[in-house]
Every structure is written in structure tokens, then in C-alpha cells.
């Protein structure tokens, strides 16, 4: 919601900017507020800890897994699919639909990483009791070697889908760090060299390499850091979950007083379908308010200090929207006691809205 803003063209329709491109000193904030080291190194220790507890085949517990995950995403891209031609014929501009597809997709990519990394589990778990705190370290070196070749001599006879290469072994890093924590393979004094490690390669990245601040894509700039994950990525990453790791019983004791557990367990229930709609509910208020013009911090350029005020304005708005949205939404992560063609029904809506949103117009 802070680093997603709206122009308001002369045709009265919505395009996408961030308010990076006018900020590059904001950019700090990214290595705070992208949290995905944290997120695979979680998921794998909860996926480590779900396996060893499966009581049927690998197969079962995969098919399981993938399915929680993939509910609340045919459920988001299946009811849009619905509401583009319906907001089309309200006389919603195509170029707005095209931009509200597109934020709407954006996120669920995190979606099919995380299901191809969670698939790896069993040989996650093989590779930790193998070489323990160390069976991440291969993924590094490859996501350095690859970008070696991206960014270093003779970079330019390199081809440009060289880079995708970086995709599962960057993101897998954190995620055998998580598997290899909850297999007992990370103390407390590994997780200073993670903690340690990580700043240190991220401060001669940044630094001395010149890899690009911002954590999350820029538009305009010719590097990123976030897709593919460069090296960067993983450096942050270890430095994440180093210190995540350290500070794991203090979070744990704060955790134990019910009023702040409860929260915590309430948003995690829902924590899918806040992935799948927080998008949405920024779209359902910059949507009806494009038809009454500019609004700071809503439809307004985000090139102004101006604009990062009122867009935390608008952030409780958006969240109502979110909760109202979630109240309904929240449907798609339970299991589908539906018939199955109405979920084939489902799957070809999804798979047309994908092609709509992927597709250049």
C-alpha cells in the first residue's frame, strides 16, 4: 500500500507508479519492509515441522499443502475474472481494469515459488541432515556465480534470460534455512554468523558493487534486485533470519500474554487471503474516486513528500476494506465442499483472468 501509487490520466483512467521512482532515499525502508527472507525461512521450518508429523504418504501431505495455498488464489482470480467485464460494462476504463488486473496478479507469483520450494521439502530435509548448517550455501554460490555473469566482465554478451536461473535457488535459500532451523542444524551461535554474514555481504554489495538499494522493483531502472532475487536478496535474507532465529524466544515470552497472541493468531488464519485481496481493497477506493478527480495520496502522482503523508492517511481506509472484503473472502481458504464442475468452473475463469492480466493488451 505505501509502495503502490496511481496517475490519473486526461482519459480518466488509472496507471501504476511508485513513489520509489521519486524517492531512491526511501529506499532503506525496503530492506525492512520486504519480509520474504522471513517468510521462507518460516515457511520451511513450519513445513519441516508439518512433514515429520504427516501421517499418510509424501504425496498426501504435498497434495494438502498445495491446496491451502491454492484455493484462495483460484477463489481471487476465478471472482475477477467475473468483475472485468462486469466493471467494463459500468464504464470503468479499460486501462484502469488493466492496471487493477495487474496489481491483483502481481503478488500471487509468491504463491507458485513458494508451492515449487515446499514440493523440495523431502530433499531439503535430506540436505540438512546431510550438511547441515551449510546445505544452504550452495544456493548462494549459485545466485553468485549467476550474477557474476549478469553483472560482471563481459555481461554483455550474456543472454537476458540467464536471470531466471536465480529464481529457485533464490528463493529456496531462506527456505533450507528454515528447514535445516527446524531440523536442529541452526544455534543460537549459527545464527549470529547468518546475522553477521548477511550484513556484512550486503554492506560490500551495496557498497562496493553497486547493486541497486531498493529491495523491490523501480520503475525506469535497468537493475533489480527482487526479480529474479539478486544476490542482495539473499544477503538481507540472512541477516533476517539470523536475527529472526536470535530473537525467537523473546518474541515467544512477549507471545505468551494472550491479548497479544490472540491478534497475531487471528491475522495468521487469514494471512492468504490478505496476500490475495490487500490489492483489491487499495482498488476499491482508488477506483470510485478517479470519477471525482485527483485525490492526494490516492489518485495522485506519488512524487511529492505530500503524497507519503496522505497516503498513510488512507491506509485505515483501506484496511476497512480489506476486513469488509476478508469477511466474505475468507471462504476460499477453507476446503471446497462444491461440486466439481462448478470448481472446473472456477480453474477457467482463473485461467482466463490470468491470461488478461499477463497478456499485454
Given at each position: ?15 501504476n ?11 532503506p ?28 504418504s ?12 491454492g ?34 496478479v ?22 540438512s541432515?546431510?550438511?547441515g548448517?551449510?546445505?544452504a ?17 563481459g555481461?554483455?554478451a ?13 528463493w ?57 532475487p ?77 503524497w ?11 484496511a476497512?476494506l ?14 471446497w ?6 470448481r ?18
Open positions: 500500500w505505501l509502495l503502490g501509487g496511481f496517475t490519473l490520466g486526461d482519459d480518466g483512467a488509472l496507471r507508479a511508485s513513489p520509489l521512482s521519486a524517492f531512491g532515499f526511501f529506499a525502508a525496503s530492506w525492512v519492509l520486504q519480509m520474504l527472507g522471513i517468510f521462507f525461512l518460516v515457511g520451511g521450518y513450519a513445513s519441516v515441522r508439518s512433514y515429520h508429523r504427516r501421517t499418510g509424501t504425496a498426501d501431505w504435498l497434495r494438502g499443502r498445495v491446496a491451502r495455498l484455493r484462495p488464489v483460484l477463489g481471487v482470480t476465478a471472482v475477477w475474472a467475473v468483475l472485468i467485464p462486469v466493471l467494463y460494462a459500468s464504464g470503468v476504463p479499460g486501462t484502469t481494469l488493466r492496471t487493477g488486473s495487474t496489481l491483483v502481481q503478488p500471487l507469483w509468491f504463491v507458485g515459488v513458494y508451492t515449487v520450494v515446499t514440493a523440495l521439502t523431502p530433499y531439503c530435509v535430506r540436505a541432515r546431510a550438511f548448517f551449510w546445505a550455501a550452495p544456493l548462494l554460490l549459485t545466485v553468485a556465480a549467476v550474477d557474476l555473469m549478469r553483472y560482471g566482465p555481461a554483455d550474456v543472454p537476458s534470460w540467464l536471470s531466471v536461473l536465480n529464481i529457485l535457488p533464490g529456496l535459500f531462506a527456505y533450507q534455512l528454515g528447514v535445516s532451523w527446524g531440523e536442529g542444524r541452526i544455534d543460537r551461535a549459527r545464527a549470529r554468523i547468518l546475522l553477521i554474514g548477511g550484513a556484512a555481504l550486503f554492506a560490500v554489495l551495496l557498497l562496493v558493487f553497486g547493486y541497486p538499494a531498493s529491495m523491490v522493483g523501480v520503475p525506469g531502472e535497468a537493475r533489480t534486485n527482487s526479480h529474479p539478486s544476490l542482495l536478496v539473499l544477503a538481507l535474507a540472512s541477516a533476517q533470519s539470523g536475527a529472526a532465529i536470535l530473537l525467537r524466544e523473546r518474541i515467544g515470552r512477549l507471545l505468551a500474554r494472550p491479548k497479544v497472541w490472540a491478534p497475531v493468531v487471528v491475522i495468521n488464519l487469514s494471512a492468504m487471503t490478505i496476500l490475495c485481496w490487500h490489492q483489491t481493497a487499495m482498488l476499491a477506493a482508488a477506483v470510485p474516486a478517479s470519477y471525482a478527480g485527483e485525490l492526494a495520496g490516492l489518485t495522485t502522482a506519488p512524487d511529492t513528500l505530500g507519503v503523508a496522505a497516503r498513510l492517511a488512507w491506509l485505515p481506509v483501506f476497512a480489506l476486513l469488509l472484503i476478508g469477511r466474505y473472502a475468507r471462504v476460499f481458504e477453507r476446503p465442499r462444491t461440486a466439481r464442475p462448478t472446473v468452473l472456477a480453474g477457467v475463469l482463473a485461467a482466463g483472468f490470468a491470461c488478461y492480466a499477463l497478456v499485454p493488451g
